[in-house]
């Protein structure tokens, strides 16, 4: 079975969520099923409604209401609600709405789930920020500073409304130097930058071992997401990248080491990339794509490196 690629949407409220969704929806029209997962705080569903109301194509919706889902009292019916839904519509692509205060990692662990696990798998993470209301809480909100930090696009979205967006630009840039990011208005942006490879031609240009021979082209591809309080050996620091590179075509996060001092990495097959920034995390936290990677793994590498 082809597991389904998940995309997961954060950002602060009101940052224009469901308006990349509205666009990524009418995007996928007549190409390919699209299943939306919204999680609001609040009882009421505004933001599905908007998305009935605004998207100009067919989707699925799952509603997740009254709260984070990815709180410990709610993670497991969330989990179950999620595997109905993708059994039931098993939609091509998973767009998920994170709620504006949720913990990224915390989200990502919910794909490492047996029940989860042979179903879907993390394919990136796209963070909305808002240019007109950033300075304000980027201080206030350690949250949205972390959901910038794991994103693999970032768009600076509402710049028509904040003149001093170079600034903002450059401040996301020292948070994640990896990341790609867009100045965006109405969350207007290439989609097809965004959403390749995961559904593109371009997967018969990967190494044979990592292309599937199922129909479609789709790989054979698993996610783990990794968290410790325990620091890296930073004697060990480029080992253990270029160990955990060597078995997954994607790694990306957040290594904090035992010399005090933290680092952002990324991989992409071979090229392996990672360098020195502020952060008053003390922990290690990690993305890993791959077709063979899981989350065991991942911790057993790191924990003997």
């Known amino acids: 079975m082809l597991k389904i690629p998940v995309y997961l949407i954060t ?46 194509s067919d989707f699925d919706l799952l509603e997740i209401n009254n709260g984070s889902v990815f709180c410990v009292c709610l993670l497991s019916g969330f989990i179950t609600s999620l595997k109905k839904f993708v059994i039931k519509y098993h939609p091509d692509i998973l767009l998920i709405e994170a709620s504006g205060l949720s913990d990224v990692i915390s989200v990502g662990q919910v794909f490492n789930s047996p029940e989860l696990q042979d179903h879907i798998y993390l394919a990136g993470t796209i963070c909305i920020v808002d240019a007109n209301h950033f300075i304000k809480i980027e201080n206030l909100m350690p949250r949205i500073r972390h959901q910038i930090m794991i994103a693999d696009h970032l768009l600076i979205n509402k710049t028509d409304l904040n003149p001093g ?84 075509y994607r790694l990306k996060g957040m290594i904090w080491s035992s010399s005090g001092k933290s680092y952002c990495v990324q991989t992409v097959f071979d090229d392996v990339q990672y360098m020195e920034i502020d952060r008053p995390d003390r922990q290690t936290e990690l993305i890993a794509i791959g077709k063979d990677i899981d989350v065991r793994e991942l911790r057993i590498i790191y924990l003997s490196t």
């Open 11 to 56: 950002g602060f409220l009101g940052s224009g969520k469901t308006t990349f969704i509205q666009r990524a929806i009418d995007h996928f029209a007549g190409k390919f099923k699209a299943g939306i997962v919204q999680n609001e705080f609040a009882p009421a569903s505004i933001e599905g409604k908007e998305l009935r109301r605004f998207a100009n």
């Open 165 to 248: 967006h170079l600034d903002i630009l450059s401040k996301i840039e020292a948070i994640n130097p990896f990341g790609k990011k867009y100045l965006t208005t109405y969350c207007d942006v290439n989609l097809d930058e965004i959403f390749q490879p995961m559904h593109s031609p371009s997967w018969t240009k990967l190494p044979p071992h990592i292309v599937s021979s199922e129909k479609g082209g789709r790989p054979e591809v698993h996610s783990a997401v990794f968290r410790s309080v325990k620091p890296l050996n930073i004697d060990h620091l480029d080992e253990f990248i270029k160990l955990v590179a060597s078995k997954c």
